[in-house]
């Protein structure tokens, strides 16, 4: 299962369209023209009122889809943030322009407060907190052997090793030494004119096709480091699928 929870997608896009769901409720329940109402809405001029009409929801829909550790806390902020708003409302002002808010944004509140009492749970919060529990974040992994140097940082000892599978986010390094799960080590392998050094973190000790070895998380020190791994694992996977076809197609008679 590659997609986020279907719960998640579904709260953040009545988040990021609430501004639309607000235009639509004000057409049903009163006499204006939609063209009436979008002018009066262009009327908004204090920043605030602005931010709270077009940005707050969306913002914190956004924030939901991202599940990670700062979008958690822009969509806790969000929703109290707006439960301030809507205590201390007054009436027919903006963003509403009536004697309450309205039902649609009631309702989401309602909502979200469930949610903030949902997610305050230590094992719900999780996803956001936890990259290995996000399953929808898994990337592919490429059974393929790549030489390998690696040493353990703070060691002086170089082992020659190999990769036996990769992804865009670690590898499994085949290793029979003493190892521990959170030791770090400094890692650097060739593959066609992609020359990789990264660190990475040991994540689990495990056997992979029988051999024993580290699944290791890489560490990477900036976004180029990120982008040309992404690269090089791009080629591994375009090689890799391009034997496999190779390997699948009938032999000529």
Known sequence: M???????????????????IKIAYFKVTTPFSLSTIISNIGQISNAR???EFWFLFPMAGIALLGVKRWSYSIFFGAQIYSIYSH??????????VSEVPFVSSLALLFINTMIIIYFALPEVRKPFFDRS??????????????????KFIGKEEIINSHVLNISQTGAFIKYKGVAEVGDKVKMELTYKEFNLKVHAQVKALHACGGERGLGVHFQFGNIWENLF???????????????QKALEMPNAA
């Open 2 to 20: 590659k997609h986020k929870p279907l719960v998640f997608i579904l709260i953040a896009v009545f988040h990021i369209i609430e501004p639309l």
């Open 229 to 243: 791994v992404r690269r090089m694992v791009s080629q591994i996977g375009h090689d890799h699928k391009a034997a």
């Open 87 to 96: 205590l201390t409302y007054e009436q027919y002002t903006w963003p509403y």
């Open 133 to 150: 529990v996000r399953w929808w974040e898994t990337r592919t992994r490429y059974s393929m052997q790549l030489p390998l140097v690696f």
């Open 49 to 51: 009122e602005i931010f």
